[in-house]
T-cell receptor, first 118, second 110 residues
Framework: GAVVSQHPSWVICKSGTSVKIECRSLDFQATTMFWYRQFPKQSLMLMATSNEGSKATYEQGVEKDKFLINHASLTLSTLTVTSAHPEDSSFYIC??????????????FGEGSRLTVL | DAKTTQPPSMDCAEGRAANLPCNHSTISGNEYVYWYRQIHSQGPQYIIHGLKNNETNEMASLIITEDRKSSTLILPHATLRDTAVYYCIVRIGSNYKLTFGKGTLLTVNP
């Protein structure tokens, strides 16, 4: 199946710093990618939809100035957590659709990136 | 997208079939049933999806009732590596924004 890769898989940073997480589709072009956040023992929550060449669409309650999303190419979307604080510590996961899957094609997920803010 | 209801947890013996139920009584005619699973500290993995016919692939089988109000994911021979949270999601095929519920934690025991 299609492969989506995230980097880094885990990161520890100091409070107040910014952290960038990359999401790459390795063997297909993804015009749309999705970013999720997952707190311990909870389900995944959609944060935003990343659209290649245009602004991301954020879900209600997600601060767009804090979670900057850039989708500059068909294979790469980045999520930057700006001025991170301990409450931003979470598991961040991206997903992308393989267009070759047709109209009901499945979404492929990255391995996730665990952010710990000290 | 329609809401789904799944049991919070299930146990299964290794080598036996695992049958995971999902209720989606408000599903509409153009919504598909998708199953994903998430092994601890990993991203979700696609398993299977269907509209109204039963589906089978190398991982699992999906049985959808005739009225489409419920479905069952079947792992025919569960292994320890199948221990994971299984999510049943219904969505319109063209809508790729997935809404995850709490899923079912399947524990496969030796």
């Amino acid at each position: 199946g299609a492969v989506v890769s995230q980097h880094p898989s885990w990161v520890i940073c100091k409070s107040g710093t910014s952290v960038k997480i990359e999401c790459r589709s390795l063997d297909f072009q993804a015009t749309t990618m999705f970013w999720y956040r997952q707190f311990p023992k909870q389900s995944l929550m959609l944060m935003a939809t990343s659209n290649e060449g245009s602004k991301a669409t954020y879900e209600q309650g997600v601060e767009k100035d804090k979670f900057l999303i850039n989708h500059a190419s068909l294979t790469l979307s980045t999520l930057t957590v700006t001025s991170a604080h301990p409450e931003d510590s979470s598991f961040y996961i991206c997903s992308a659709r393989d267009p070759s899957g047709g109209g009901t094609g499945e979404l492929f997920f990255g391995e996730g990136s665990r952010l710990t803010v000290l | 997208d329609a809401k789904t209801t799944q049991p919070p947890s299930m146990d299964c013996a290794e080598g036996r079939a695992a049958n995971l139920p999902c209720n989606h009584s408000t599903i509409s005619g153009n919504e598909y049933v998708y199953w994903y699973r998430q092994i601890h500290s990993q991203g979700p993995q696609y398993i299977i999806h269907g509209l109204k016919n039963n589906e089978t692939n190398e991982m699992a089988s999906l049985i959808i009732t005739e009225d489409r109000k419920s479905s069952t994911l079947i792992l025919p021979h569960a292994t320890l590596r199948d221990t994971a949270v299984y999510y049943c999601i219904v969505r319109i095929g063209s809508n790729y924004k997935l809404t995850f519920g709490k899923g079912t934690l399947l524990t496969v025991n030796p």
